[in-house]
């Protein structure tokens, strides 16, 4: 049973409701008032479970878009270039644009992103992320709505994975490094 490699809970199950409720009043407070649907973008694989809570919380007219991301290199170290796998359905260009993601640490992925979604001339483009470890960051990167501060350890569950494994805990946990 994969909880067993579990050393502790980080973020419960009600704790988690409670953040997404929250940012999802925050972002709904936000965006009163649009003229145009928001457009909320997830990164993909990691943000999914989050993303699927966080929109049915914001009460503005929404679309939904995916992005797969991928860092290449040897495999081991990451070249800190991204490549997209799968970019976006449609156009973000003068669209209000929420950019989400499971969670964010050194900062040099999502800052990229952002800067190629930037490129893109959306109206408006925020963050967005239910974890954070500012204590990992290593790009200046401004977080619109965060969820929750986490410690500098591997964190597994609700949507977070170790080699792909994990995602389905209802809770956010530390790994055990054994």
Avoid: W
């Amino acid at each position: 049973m994969q909880e067993h490699n579990i050393t502790k809970i980080l973020v419960a199950e009600d704790e988690i409701r409670t953040i997404v409720q929250r940012l999802g009043a925050e972002i709904t407070v936000y965006y009163q008032g649009i003229d145009k649907q928001l457009m909320v973008i997830g990164l993909l694989r990691g943000s999914f479970i989050f993303m699927a809570d966080l929109v049915r919380q914001i009460e503005v007219p929404l679309v939904v878009d995916f992005m797969t991301l991928s860092s290449y290199g040897d495999g081991t170290v990451s070249s800190g270039d991204i490549k997209v796998v799968m970019d976006l359905d449609s156009s973000i260009e003068g669209r209000d644009v929420l950019l989400v993601e499971d969670i964010v640490d050194t900062g040099r992925t999502f800052s990229k992103v952002i800067r190629m979604l930037r490129n893109r001339n959306p109206r408006s483009l925020k963050t967005c992320t239910f974890l954070n470890k500012p204590e990992t960051r290593q790009v200046d990167i401004q977080i619109d709505f965060c969820g929750v501060d986490i410690p500098n350890e591997f964190a597994v569950g609700y949507g977070l994975d170790y080699a792909q494994m994990y995602r389905n805990l209802p809770y956010v946990g530390v790994l055990n490094p054994d």
